[in-house]
């Protein structure tokens, strides 16, 4: 059968190619792409800042390569030895092999989890809620954890999301984007701090007691965890300086970092966190972080309806990508479809034709 893609092939530049697929392997899936996740942490790969650098995925090695991991569809065929997924089953998970901007793609049968009947297909996006619960395993956050959340994006939604339904409370959120701290608000943050007209550092340090807790208490003890979602230097130097001190506080990095010149300075000294890298590579069982997933996927945790916000074709990929770095119009989270009718007519999507 052939398969149409989207590979990159210069920064910036993407083109539709096509291949050819004669048969798959014994233990491999093939799905039909219903939707697949635009991926921030794919900005610098497409800009062409990645490509072919040493320690980056065989994916970005090399023009022309592949993008798009967060793929949701239907199963039309399955490897004579795949036991646990069917052919016509609604599916999502984490595919890597080849670009998931596709009308198909192959993966083996153990990156994918069956979604319920009851999950609009284009909401259902299992790498992201995969890399969510990779953070908060690695974090390990306890009912009575103080947490900051740095960004006001897709995923840092989706953490505050899943921590409350764990009955985690005390989260501040901390971004430059009134409308996406509502959403955060909504969601359950306890306090949203809008950097760009606030120090967010002082916000916290003269309420984190009161506002948090209704009472007050030293600022010496700080917060347990702070949660980068941006991939500044200067979120980093921030959440370290929000750590309490000297209790192996966590300090957790989930973005791409620039090779920006940045010091830590004393905080590192003086607070000596707990520096927690928590991309989906380092998680310490894959399996078992896509499976509570899924589950709270299954369960409707994530409140995907309010965020996923605009879908892009074949056509318009380019245009998938600027939106998504501009953030404009009530861009939230974008994402690429082969074929607008399997959207659901009463979902809040943006079709961008």
Not at 9 to 14: A, C, E, F, I, R
Not at 114 to 141: D, F, K
Not at 290 to 303: F, G
Request: charged residues 25%; glycine residues 8%.
């Amino acid at each position: 059968m052939e398969i149409r893609e989207i590979l990159l092939v210069g920064p910036k530049t993407l083109k539709e190619s096509k291949y050819e697929l004669n048969k798959i392997k014994s233990h491999d899936v093939l799905v039909k792409v219903a939707v697949c996740g635009v991926c921030p942490t794919e900005f610098p790969v497409y800009e062409g800042l990645t490509i072919g650098k040493p320690g980056v995925s065989f994916r970005y090695n090399k023009y022309p390569c592949f993008l798009g991991h967060e793929v949701s569809g239907v199963v039309i065929d399955v490897g004579k030895k795949v036991k646990t997924i069917s052919i016509g089953d609604r599916v999502s998970g984490i595919p890597y092999t080849r670009s998931g901007f596709s009308t198909h793609v192959v993966e083996h049968e153990k990156y994918w989890r069956r979604i319920n009947e009851s999950i609009n297909i284009e909401y259902a996006l299992g790498e992201p809620v995969l890399c969510v619960e990779n953070i908060i395993n690695r974090s390990q956050p306890t009912p009575n954890s103080k947490i900051a959340i740095i960004g006001d994006g897709f995923i840092s939604f989706l953490i505050i999301s899943s921590l409350i339904s764990m009955g985690i409370r005390n989260i501040i959120l901390i971004g430059h984007h009134d409308s996406r701290l509502k959403i955060g608000k909504t969601i359950g943050a306890d306090i949203t701090i809008n950097s760009n007209k606030e120090d967010p550092y002082w916000v916290i340090r003269n309420h984190i007691g009161e506002n948090l807790e209704g009472e007050s208490e030293p600022w010496l003890l700080g917060l347990d965890i702070v949660i980068d979602t941006t991939g500044s230097m200067s979120a980093l130097q921030l959440g370290a300086s929000l750590l309490k001190p000297k209790q192996r506080a966590k300090l957790v990095l989930t973005g791409f970092y620039s090779e920006e010149p940045f010091s830590l300075g004393h905080y590192l000294v003086n607070r000596g966190p707990e520096i927690v890298v928590a991309f989906p590579s380092q998680s310490l069982d894959i399996q078992t972080d896509l499976n509570i997933a899924m589950n709270k996927m299954n369960r409707n945790i994530y409140p995907m309806e309010k965020l996923v916000s605009h879908a892009f074709s074949f056509n318009n990929i380019n245009d998938a990508f600027r939106m998504a770095k501009e953030r404009e119009n009530g861009y939230v989270k974008g994402v690429f479809c082969p074929d607008f009718d399997v959207l659901k007519e009463n979902n809040s999507i943006k079709i961008v034709k």
